[in-house]
């Protein structure tokens, strides 16, 4: 069980705990592609540091089952936790930005300009950072698609909770945040281009925004306010 830190009473404690849960919300900083650029030293700064401790704080996710160990904990990153973080700054993302751009105008009428024209695009420009986190797949029998069996079922559960600890602590450290499925960015080439192993899957793009960056324009999450309340989404069992 956890104490409250020095100083802190245990009322205090809980309600910073709780705000921080109520208060992250999907926040879209959206901005035209063409309009990708570096942040001001200070602020890239202050980001760099945020994001690290982020990391940090993240990986003390529960997990119930390790990460195979031929496939996964061979590489470069060698943790047994069924997850890993890949961290893209400002400069990495309008360079992956650059490198779309390319592919759309090579090929028109492919997936690479269908993704140059998505929604993606804009906010990989509006962001200040991208955690990709992937979920690390037992291999299936076949060598196909991951099979939903127990093992993986709660690889995915405990990525999950990885990714929602990071968008804890980043909100507790007042940066915007906002859980993608990735669209393209979950692409086996642009996995290629990133160094991301091939046997991961992604479990979220996690979009990381300091506020006041230039933005087009911001955006929620549509099903935020439909969700109802706590007798919609619980029940107590009686004896
Ligand atoms: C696994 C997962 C994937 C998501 N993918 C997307 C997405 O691709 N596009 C999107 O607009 N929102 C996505 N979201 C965010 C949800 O739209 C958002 O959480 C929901 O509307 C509730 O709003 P809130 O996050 O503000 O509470 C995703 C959320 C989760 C958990």
Redesign the pocket.
Known sequence: MSQPPLNQTRADFVAAVDHVIRE?????VLRDPGDCADLPFEVAAQLHVAVRECLDVAGWAPFHKPAHKETHQQGELKSVVPWRFYVLEKPALCALLQRLRTQAQAQPDSKWSRAWES??TRVISGTGALVLTTWLPDPSPDGGAPVLTENNQEHIAAA?AA?QNLMLAAEARGLQ???????VLNDAEVFDWLGIPRTQKL???VFLAPTDLPADAL?????????GGPADWSKWIEA
Request: zero cysteines; glycine letters at 18%.
């Open positions: 992250r919300k999907t926040l879209k929604k993606i999950s990714v945040t906002y859980w993608s499925s990735g669209g479990a979220g793009a955006e929620g999450g549509s099903w935020r306010e439909k969700r």
